[in-house]
């Protein structure tokens, strides 16, 4: 009997689409698809076909984004506006796939330096790296999408892409879009499929770029199991400190941080989750922080009104509940929210000073919730910011240049932003967790450059 995955509503539950699953007897001919279009470099894209292709899928895409907005709630939960921001950002994202084309590009090496290096010249050049194979997350179904499958098709690679089981219908939808801009058959394989079909997959020799993004859990667990010689980039979660001096402009950050504490109902992987605030401002941050959490309309994501929708699933919602209680339990105080609105929403939490023990302080919560712990010196405020073994993003808010350097120098973050929150992002930065958080850094820019391998080429003439 044929194995299906179910794509439901997240807000509702309802079903949008039922999906057929690939069996593991389907893998050899993915596989060798890839892998034959790239041995042989008489089917490789050249590089001015390749800027072809992903310039008119931006261009369809921004023709159909109200659909890809449409469809990337249906299946993901994200409120209209952010999941609007979202597809904008992922029609930019191929297009800047598209020019940093250009960039692929070696290097001339020096010679005639030592006595046996004369009469030589070198320089390299770059290659595709071979058959990438992405395994995404549900969070951002069409940007991280385009971020794992327009990347390969710059860098010239055969992709196989397996999107979350929840949000596959965007990667299908792209899949699609970059079909009808020219992208020849089998360059771009979307597999839907279990864990135990994409094990396989990812593993197998063939592989030459193992891209993942996704749980901490399952990522180093998939990198310990691949093949030798296969190169791989994993992106996970953090729990994405911010530092709040007593000198901070309120009326910038507190906006700034609700945003970062509450978009996508806190189901972003650099979501604002703990906020260290100086003690001598520390009541008039809370009052105002929670004031402007308890404005957030939660409901429906396709009412445009709506700021926080739902959780991914009703699991997700029952587990924030229970990460909640055992926080007040353990010495937490509600400040705000703390209850289950329906069996898919939670209402924007505010918890203050939950123990360093607590689930919500030593896990990434993925969650409507955000906690602060006041502080009286700074540098105890960054050694806890720093305790946990996830580094992604960093915040701190001040207008003291020194305090703000000093502090920046001191935490343990990929990215740390002054006066900003944790979750901003701009696809051409370079993007990644270091430790538990992941390995390598990407940003459309980045990517590409990681599925590019280098060749020299020396040559050795008595003319030169």
Request: with cysteine; glycine share 6%; net charge negative.
């Amino acid at each position: 009997m044929e194995k299906t995955t179910k794509v439901i509503f997240p807000y509702d539950q309802s079903l949008v689409k039922e999906l057929p699953l690939i069996n593991k007897m389907e893998i050899e001919n993915i596989l060798n698809t890839a892998q034959n279009l790239f041995k042989d470099q008489s089917n490789w894209i050249p590089a001015f076909k390749r800027i072809e292709i992903l310039e008119k899928a931006a261009s369809i895409m921004s023709d159909r984004s109200e659909e890809l907005i449409h469809l990337a709630i249906s299946e993901g939960g994200k409120p209209y506006k952010d999941s609007k921001a979202e597809i904008l950002r992922a029609i930019k994202g191929v297009k800047l796939a598209a020019e940093h084309i250009s960039q692929i590009k070696g290097e001339q090496i020096p010679m005639g330096l030592t006595q046996s290096s004369v009469n030589r010249m070198a320089f390299t050049s770059k290659e595709p790296i071979g058959v990438v194979v992405a395994v995404s997350a549900f969070n951002h179904p069409l940007n991280l999408a385009v971020h794992q499958i327009a990347t390969a098709v710059a860098a010239g690679c055969p992709v196989i892409f397996k999107p979350s089981s929840n949000t596959p219908l965007s990667g299908l939808a792209l899949a699609d879009i970059l079909k009808e801009a020219g992208l020849p058959e089998g360059w771009l394989q979307v597999v839907l499929c279990d864990n135990e079909t994409a094990e396989l997959l990812v593993t197998d020799s063939r592989v030459h770029f193992f891209s993942f993004i996704g749980s901490a859990k399952v990522g180093w667990s998939l990198k310990s199991k691949l093949a030798a010689g296969t190169r791989s980039a994993l992106e996970h979660g953090g729990a994405a400190p911010v530092i709040v001096e007593h000198d901070a402009d309120f009326s910038e950050m507190i906006p700034d941080l609700v945003k970062g504490g509450f978009y996508h109902a806190g189901q972003v992987c650099v979501s604002v989750q703990k906020i260290y605030v100086n003690q001598e401002i520390c009541d008039r941050f809370v009052e105002q922080f929670s004031m402007a959490t308890n404005k957030l309309i939660v409901g429906n994501p396709f009412d445009e009104a709506t700021d926080v929708g739902s959780l991914i699933t009703p699991k997700e919602v029952n587990r924030v509940e229970e990460w909640v209680n055992e926080a007040i339990k353990e010495g937490a105080k509600l400040i705000t929210g703390g209850k289950k609105i329906s069996d898919t929403t939670f209402q924007p939490t505010v918890l203050f000073n939950p123990s360093e023990e607590s689930k919500v302080s030593v896990n990434e919560i993925f969650g409507p919730v955000v906690c602060i712990y006041p502080f009286t010196d700074r540098e105890e405020a960054i050694k806890k910011a720093n305790a946990l073994e996830v580094h992604f993003q960093a915040a701190v808010f001040t207008k003291n240049i020194d305090v703000a350097l000093d502090t920046v120098k001191k935490l343990n973050a990929t990215a740390v932003m002054v006066n900003d929150n944790t979750a901003f992002r701009v696809d051409w930065m370079p993007f990644g967790g270091r430790d538990d958080s992941g390995l390598g850094m990407g940003g459309i820019s980045y990517t590409i450059d990681d599925m590019t391998r280098e060749k020299l080429i020396v040559f050795k003439s008595k003319s030169l």
